[in-house]
């Protein structure tokens, strides 16, 4: 699968967004995979004086059709075997850090969704009520028994004890 071309090539692809492409292609040619310091991947991407490949493309321009050589610095990482199964073009990437982990399980366990709606009826009071429903996501977590809420290190309310009063052992 290749992106665009867009860039100098294609300054009016819908990609691009303040003269750059909002998805970072091309991308810099690499020698080996490697991992950035937000823990995303680096692909491998090889030039052509390593082993890397270019092609030629047929792309509208401007209203007209250009051909277009693109190398490795456009391909988009891709799992085939999930193209088939899905019918679908998927874009694969690998997130390995805490903090990518964290920031896409913080949107599935964000709290309770939660709707406001109007009922018809003579009385104000319960002219308005607040409702609380339970997603799809919410409810499987609840439903195979996970924990909804943690707190580690598990925090103890303590009474307050007078001096000389009862004592307090710790194991």
């Known amino acids: 699968m290749i992106h665009g071309p867009c860039g100098n090539l294609n300054p009016k ?5 303040d003269g750059k492409c909002k998805y970072k292609y091309p991308r810099p040619l690499l020698n080996e995979t490697r991992t950035n310091t937000n823990g995303y991947p680096l692909y491998r991407r090889r030039s052509t004086t390593n082993g890397g490949f270019t092609t030629k493309i047929n792309m509208k ?3 007209k059709y250009e051909s277009i050589v693109v190398n490795n610095t456009w391909v988009v990482p891709y799992c085939p075997i ?14 390995s850090s805490v903090s990518a982990v964290k920031y896409i399980l913080k949107y ?3 709290g309770s969704n939660q709707a ?3 009922i018809q ?12 429903y339970v997603s799809s996501n919410e409810a499987i977590w609840r439903i195979l028994g996970f924990q909804i809420h943690d707190r580690y ?19």
């Open 13 to 17: 692809c819908p990609c691009m967004k």
């Open 61 to 63: 321009i401007y209203n």
């Open 82 to 95: 999930l193209s088939k199964i899905m019918k679908a073009h998927l874009n694969v990437e690998l997130c």
């Open 108 to 110: 599935i366990h964000k």
């Open 116 to 118: 406001m709606f109007a």
């Open 121 to 132: 009826n003579e009385d104000e009071i319960e002219n308005y009520q607040n409702g609380r």
């Open 153 to 171: 290190p598990t925090v103890i309310h303590l009474s307050v004890h007078l001096e000389n009063g009862q004592r307090i052992l710790y194991q």
